[in-house]
């Protein structure tokens, strides 16, 4: 559909994960006729024994649908899709009639490949979309997972997955039922310095870590993330989820138990149905502790490993951009990379090639599941085991 | 058995991968009374409401016996079995009664627990031995890994892991028929540096992979060493192996054809029998090229990935202590360790959690098959597929 869009190693790394075709490519053979040999070396025979690369179809980008055009779909996500190179923005889902018009002439999108909330589920005869992400507040996540893949729909849904373990499972089993692929926007699996702590952590770099604290606040929340209806809670759904997460990744296991206790109110008028802020504890069964806070009304941004032999963290851990690292050992030197941009080529590539993405609908029911638990605690005041 | 040789917190957590059972040590709470909480959180509950630590038997360290006492099992096997958490040196196979008094004496080496050869099949009557770690020379290691597993040892077996697949078919089935683990000696996928040039090229924090160089030579080869019958092959065998691992981890790709030129002889009586050093270059069905130098009279020591956002290199990359890397980001600042001594934890809590090693047979297998098709590349001029 879209030939052009691929490099030509990228056909031929494609291909050969499609087709499980061995090919050498023309880039293969021009850099062996370039290598640095050792003085010894003759490259002559090389060459001439390199079979020529095989002439096939470009794979196309897949298409994605946003549904649900608010701050995230169109701060981060769309100009994350002028960057993609295994999918474009094919299409949106709004029920706002404005936005439609705005998002076709800035965006460039057909009429065709332009739905809103009442005849969504006709974009199963849209062959243009293959991926629907669902960018709407966290309790109409359930339902438009569940119909997107009945539509036939691979599947990307915005952390967190839903507001009930209950509403997980039927996500995951519509998505089963449907032979359709589905993952959650944990944008952070795909940037490296968190992926560094990953590492640092789970191959025990630094020996056993004892302590994690985890902490994510931001002091402006505003809209739907304020409605416990529409949101499932207050700062933990949101942004405390992020430390449900650093910590799980960070140290390569789940907790057993947690404790919890909900901050004061401060504004009462404003989180008249949600935390205004909550600490958090999560125990693992090697008595590792990870100390956790999240707030909307104060910003805090921190993911820091403590181990036996040093530490390592993060700060700050989860913003878009800017994030920042450092060991005992001194400062991590790493890439800054669009993170979106990442996340969806890399769930349309594992699409493609039929592999599993590495956030799948069960990393985001576990994190629900945490987060219930952890709610469960703070109401209660009791230690709540998982 | 070794009581008090854990720590309470590794004696819970291998107790909780053991038995599957959820514990909360004395730790966990005394370190909830001491966390930096938020001002609004209270941490009181959180201690009444944890429970106490169950009483159980300390697991003991595994027994490692050493089969074959050269340099590699006296310089750096031994001094790091003083440094293991979950094994220690139990025992020794020798044929050298000198060698026998001196180890006996150096490391406390109970008699009952130093064999020879011949009556090395007896080993399988001696409790203290849980792991047989084979360190003879490349021909030998078959024969004693088979008998090893046949006297119900787990083993790990130095690198390169024999001589022919076939002789790896034939150990990997011994080990499995017998219900044992097997693990190679791959120290470095336990090295922080080589851990992160993984982490760097899998997760494609700098984009896909084009070239990666691997570079390992040494000037002072000796003994056995240079003796085809004995270790199978020249420097390929024993240092080139280790680019040959090193261009696997950092991509995470398997080569599918190889093409190799012999350096010339300049000391063509030291090396009568082995290369001298050779070339060779590994293609990848992605059009990714690995350009590998290996040498027995030129010091190198070089892993370097060249990607489409940037570069990542170890220089020296290899050895036991020393490693240093760089990105096009800046210095990697990354701890300095033990590379046996971690190893050989890592197996032996495999052993006793009875989890996968991160460097089975299987592992050492393929590297063997890349090792045989590259000397056929040599010998033929020809490019062999893998």
């Known amino acids: 559909m879209e030939p052009g869009f691929y ?24 850099m062996f006729s370039t290598l640095e040999m050792a003085e010894a070396a003759e490259p002559a025979g090389i060459i001439e024994s390199a079979p020529q690369a ?52 800035q965006y460039n999108i057909p009429d065709g490949n332009i739905y809103n909330y009442d005849n969504f589920d006709s974009i199963k005869d849209n062959p243009d979309i293959d991926i629907v992400y669902v960018v709407l507040p966290n309790a109409l ?3 438009y997972v569940v119909r997107a ?25 519509a998505c089963k039922e449907a032979g359709k692929m589905l993952s959650i926007g944990y944008r952070l699996h795909f940037e490296p310095h968190n992926l560094q702590m990953k590492q640092l952590g789970q191959n025990k770099v630094y020996g056993e870590i004892k302590k994690i604290k985890a902490y994510n606040g931001m002091g402006d929340a505003q809209g739907w993330r304020l409605d416990k209806k529409l949101a499932g809670g207050g700062p933990l759904m949101d942004v405390g989820i992020y430390c449900v997460q650093g910590v799980r990744y960070t140290s390569g296991r789940e907790p057993i138990a ?8 401060t504004d009462p008028v404003k989180f008249a149905s949600v935390e ?26 921190l993911l820091r490993a403590e181990a036996e032999r040093g530490w390592f963290e993060l700060s700050p ?11 005992s050992d001194g400062p991590m030197k790493l890439p800054q990379v669009n993170q979106q941009a990442r996340q969806m080529d890399d769930f349309a590539i594992a699409v493609r090639s039929d592999r599993p ?29 998982i």
Chains 1, 2 share one sequence.
Request: aromatic share 6%.
């Open 357 to 385: 993405t590495p956030v799948p609908g069960e990393m985001g029911r576990q994190d629900v599941k945490i987060l219930q638990a952890i709610y469960k605690a703070m109401e209660t005041g009791q230690r709540v085991e």
């Open 7 to 30: 490099s030509r190693r990228q056909f031929l790394q494609q291909l050969s994960v499609n087709a499980g075709i061995t090919i050498i490519g023309m880039e293969g053979i021009s």
């Open 149 to 173: 893949a009945k539509a036939g729909k691979h599947v990307i849904c915005e952390k967190p997955m839903a507001i009930t373990v209950e509403e997980c499972d039927r996500m995951i089993a």
């Open 258 to 265: 947690v404790t919890a206790k909900e901050g004061p109110k």
């Open 276 to 301: 205004q802020s909550l600490t958090w504890q999560m125990e693992f069964a090697d008595g590792m502790i990870a100390e956790c806070r999240t707030s909307y009304s104060e910003e805090m941004n």
């Open 141 to 143: 996540h359930a339902e």
């Open 54 to 105: 095989l002439a096939a179809e470009v794979p196309r980008k897949l298409g994605i649908a946003l549904v649900g055009l608010g701050q995230y779909a169109g701060g981060q996500l769309a100009p994350a899709l002028k960057e993609t190179e295994a999918c474009y923005l094919a299409g949106i889902v709004t029920g706002s009639p404005n936005k439609a018009r705005q998002w076709k002439r």
């Open 317 to 327: 851990a989860y913003p878009y951009s800017g994030i920042r690292g450092k060991t």
